[in-house]
């Protein structure tokens, strides 16, 4: 999962647990299948965290990241 990937690291875009509004919302940011995701950042304590996809730093709570599989490169 997205939100299991270490700081610095790149993965691609597997697929997606989330539904409704979420998922779409997730697809709009560029969190598509095979796209490479960098994770950027984490907050103190874990939540948010900060990637970087399709060129762009994008902000998501752990629980969305948790919803999003990838595999690790």
Same mark, same amino acid.
């Given at each position: 999962?997205?939100?299991? #990937? $270490? +700081?610095? *690291? =790149? &993965?691609?875009?597997?697929?997606?647990?989330?539904?409704?509004?979420v998922r779409q919302r997730l697809l709009n940011l560029g969190f598509t299948p095979?796209?490479? #995701? $960098? +994770?950027? *950042? =984490? &907050?103190?304590?874990?939540?948010?965290?900060?990637?970087?996809?399709?060129?762009?730093?994008?902000?998501?709570?752990?629980?969305?990241?948790?919803?999003?599989?990838?595999?690790?490169?």
């Amino acid at each position: 999962m997205l939100s299991d #990937v $270490e +700081l610095g *690291r =790149r &993965a691609k875009i597997h697929r997606h647990h989330a539904t409704g509004a979420v998922r779409q919302r997730l697809l709009n940011l560029g969190f598509t299948p095979q796209a490479e #995701v $960098e +994770l950027i *950042r =984490r &907050a103190p304590f874990g939540d948010p965290i900060q990637c970087r996809v399709a060129n762009c730093c994008v902000t998501l709570p752990e629980s969305e990241a948790a919803l999003i599989e990838v595999d690790n490169d």
